[in-house]
């Protein structure tokens, strides 16, 4: 950190640096110090109900230890609490893991799967009924990283580790069964590897039935002028990226889902109170005390002048 986060904030030209750790390894915290005392100001946190494990640091650690080094923040650290107390029930009602504690696991230094593969992993193990098999599946994710020449462990490569991983397990036998994209990082169409691959393992790869197609066809490299063009996205690159990297019909099927849903799987006594004089009213205003609740509503019935209803108070 002490060598990276000085180099991009020179290659970022003042814009600010944000900082994102999974804590599987229980160090996250530590880390968070190290960037802030480095001078990024954006840390991602998370809820102690949902914090640690494979998500991020708590903001409740993340605060104490910002007030403890002297720094400064935004957070109103009176609403930690109802907010905790909040998504523990959420978390629980959707059956995620709550309260994770985080001890430190050097394991994590030796497979470096990042935290947001961790589920991908059990997930695939749960197709083959070997749920109880993630431990082994991670050791043999270190070995087939040594086996690649030590590729940085994110996005592709990680992906590629680990599902060879898995189908080293579940095959019982290792490379028995190879992907395409294994093949191709093998070829070299993912750049030139850190280390060498193993020899013997590379001979295995490119033995797959599919290597010799797969290495014929090394992967095209437009220019972004050619892929503006190609996709018709004009000067909107936000897009152009969508329409390279995914299928069509995935990013169509986006657009057209609207935006993220923000409701939760959680409801009460108040929730169904509100809803019910919500549909029972049709005042512009609402408001609803109990002793437990001061609630204030207030809808517009007035239309933009694009033709579209005013967006709610």
Same mark, same amino acid.
């Given at each position: 950190?002490?060598?990276?986060?000085? #180099?991009?904030?020179? #290659?970022?030209?003042?814009? /600010?640096?944000?900082?994102?750790?999974?804590?599987?390894?229980? @160090?996250?915290? $530590?880390?968070?110090?190290?960037?802030?005392? $480095?001078?990024?100001?954006?840390?991602?946190?998370? &809820?102690?109900?949902? #914090?640690?494990?494979?998500?991020? !640091?708590? @903001?409740?650690?993340?605060?104490?230890?910002?007030? $403890?080094?002297?720094?400064?923040?935004?957070?109103?650290?009176?609403?930690?609490?109802?907010?905790?107390?909040?998504?523990?029930?959420?978390?629980?009602? *959707?059956?995620? /893991?709550?309260?994770?504690?985080?001890?430190?696991?050097?394991?994590?230094?030796?497979?470096?799967?990042?935290?947001?593969?961790?589920?991908?992993?059990?997930?695939?193990? #749960?197709?083959?009924?070997? &749920?109880?098999?993630?431990?082994?599946?991670?050791?043999? @994710?270190?070995?087939?990283?040594?086996?690649?020449?030590?590729?940085?462990? *994110?996005?592709?490569?990680?992906?590629?580790?680990?599902?060879?991983?898995?189908?080293?397990?579940?095959?019982?036998?290792?490379?028995?069964?190879? =992907?395409?994209?294994?093949?191709?990082?093998? *070829?070299?169409?993912?750049?030139?590897? !850190?280390?060498?691959?193993?020899?013997?393992?590379?001979?295995?790869?490119? *033995?797959? !039935?599919?290597?010799?197609?797969?290495?014929?066809?090394?992967?095209?490299?437009?220019?972004?002028?050619?892929?503006?063009?190609?996709?018709?996205?004009?000067?909107?690159?936000?897009?152009?990226?969508?329409?390279?990297?995914? =299928?069509?019909?995935?990013?169509?099927?986006?657009?057209?889902?609207? =935006?993220?849903?923000?409701?939760? =799987?959680? &409801?009460?006594?108040?929730?169904?109170?509100?809803?019910?004089? $919500?549909?029972?009213?049709?005042?512009?205003?609402?408001?609803?005390?109990?002793?437990?609740?001061?609630?204030?509503?207030?809808?517009?019935?007035?239309? &933009?002048?694009?033709?579209?209803?005013?967006?709610?108070?």
């Amino acid at each position: 950190m002490r060598t990276l986060v000085p #180099a991009l904030q020179a #290659a970022a030209s003042g814009k /600010p640096l944000e900082f994102h750790s999974n804590n599987l390894m229980g @160090t996250s915290g $530590l880390a968070y110090v190290e960037a802030v005392q $480095l001078g990024v100001t954006i840390l991602h946190t998370a &809820s102690r109900p949902m #914090a640690n494990g494979a998500s991020v !640091p708590s @903001t409740e650690s993340v605060v104490r230890n910002l007030s $403890l080094m002297g720094h400064e923040h935004s957070v109103d650290t009176g609403l930690l609490a109802p907010v905790a107390e909040h998504f523990r029930a959420v978390g629980k009602a *959707a059956g995620y /893991p709550v309260d994770q504690v985080s001890e430190y696991d050097l394991f994590g230094a030796v497979h470096q799967i990042p935290g947001g593969m961790t589920g991908t992993l059990r997930n695939q193990l #749960a197709q083959h009924g070997m &749920s109880d098999r993630l431990d082994e599946v991670l050791t043999e @994710t270190a070995a087939v990283r040594r086996d690649f020449g030590y590729p940085i462990m *994110a996005t592709p490569f990680s992906q590629l580790v680990g599902t060879q991983a898995v189908l080293n397990v579940v095959a019982g036998e290792r490379y028995a069964v190879v =992907p395409d994209e294994v093949v191709a990082y093998a *070829a070299g169409h993912y750049g030139t590897p !850190p280390a060498p691959v193993d020899a013997h393992v590379l001979d295995r790869i490119m *033995a797959s !039935p599919r290597a010799a197609e797969v290495v014929a066809r090394p992967p095209e490299e437009p220019t972004i002028e050619e892929l503006r063009r190609h996709y018709g996205t004009g000067t909107d690159d936000d897009e152009l990226i969508l329409r390279a990297l995914l =299928p069509a019909e995935a990013v169509d099927a986006m657009r057209a889902a609207g =935006p993220v849903r923000r409701d939760y =799987p959680l &409801s009460g006594s108040e929730v169904d109170q509100v809803r019910a004089l $919500l549909a029972a009213t049709g005042s512009p205003y609402l408001r609803v005390v109990t002793e437990t609740m001061d609630l204030e509503l207030r809808k517009s019935s007035e239309v &933009s002048g694009a033709g579209k209803p005013s967006r709610p108070v």
